[in-house]
């Protein structure tokens, strides 16, 4: 038989001009950093959820500026037990999700 492929399309995704969050580096054993851009001054919750769907961690920062912004998860949660977590941030009546997978080597 023959086949029609459609023409090759390029996505680029720009952490500069759209709303995410993002954990550096991932996977993680000691501290990371949660990066995320927000389109507008907001107050910031940070929600940390385990596999099993409990909250492990639930913080709000307030007066966070617009733009790119940064912080260390152990502003969040000091200690992490291994495992897989997800993460949510809710601001700018949104919210952004993504996972994090800890490995403790102790």
Known sequence: GTYNYSEIVHVRYDFTTSGSLEVIPNPVSSDAKLRFLLTGD???RIVLMNEL?????????????QGANE??????????ESGLFTVKLYADNTFYTCKLLVINTK
């Not at 409990?54 to 500026?65: H, N, S, Y």
């Open 42 to 44: 907001s107050d910031v």
């Open 53 to 65: 769907g409990k909250i492990v961690a639930d913080k709000e920062f307030r007066g966070l500026k």
């Open 71 to 80: 912080m260390n998860l152990s502003q969040i949660q000091s200690h992490l």
